[in-house]
Every structure is written in C-alpha cells, then in structure tokens.
C-alpha cells in the first residue's frame, strides 16, 4: 500500500512564505512525476507545479516566480516552496505522485495526499 502525507500548510498573511511537504511511503517500485494541485472554494481542482524524475519543472501562470517545486528522490519526497503569497492562493493543496509497484512494476497509477489548507489573509 502507498501513502502520500503532506505538511506544512497554514496561515500567512499576503506577501509571507510557505513550504510545503509531500512524502510517499509504502511498496515504491518508482515514482515518475510528482505534483502539487489546489483547489480554492467553489471552483475545480486545478494543477499548479509538476516535476519530472528527471527534475523538469512546469508551472501554471499565476504562480510563475512565485512558487519553486523541487524533490528529493532518496526520500521519495515533493516539496513547494511558495513566496510572496495571494489572498488568491487560498485553497486546499494536494500532492499527487505517478508511482509503480513491485507487484506490477510497469503499471503506474496516481497517488494523492490528503491535502493541506493554506489560507492567504491580513
């Protein structure tokens, strides 16, 4: 079985800093892409950084220079660092990893972490 648990959300006024941490345990065979989505009040989840095993990033418009997804493969680990915050980057924030198994190790299926508030207000 594989887990995906996530820290590090919380409250920050607009302009500060969050970093948040995903961690994968379990029957890892391998893990490809990892990602970070949110998903604010009444509106649809929607992807916010993804990054390769190879560490190519990509990242949606409004957190462009803002926000710095990186991983630590040893640890099997996503992380996102957020700078100058929005009150518009108030949502729930999820993890999602594309990770393989030993008992079916050219299969890959989506994992996701149980998400983490992050609220952006004075």
């Known amino acids: 079985q594989v887990q995906l648990v996530e820290s590090g959300g919380g409250l920050v006024q607009p302009g500060g800093s969050l970093r948040l941490s995903c961690a994968a345990s379990?029957?890892?065979?391998?893990?490809?892409?990892m990602s970070w989505y949110r998903q604010a009040p009444g509106k649809q989840r929607e992807l916010v950084a993804i990054i390769t095993s190879g560490g190519t990033t990509t990242y949606t418009d409004s957190v462009k220079g803002r926000f710095t997804i990186t991983r630590d493969n040893a640890k099997s680990a996503v992380f996102l660092q957020m700078n100058s915050l929005k009150p518009e980057d108030t949502a729930v924030y999820y993890c999602?990893?594309?990770?393989?198994?030993?008992?079916?190790?050219?299969?890959?299926?989506?994992?996701w972490g149980q998400g983490t508030q992050v609220t952006v207000s004075s």
């Open positions: 999602k990893a594309d990770i393989s198994t030993p008992l079916r190790p050219g299969a890959t299926f989506p994992y």
């Open positions: 379990g029957s890892i065979w391998r893990i490809s892409n």
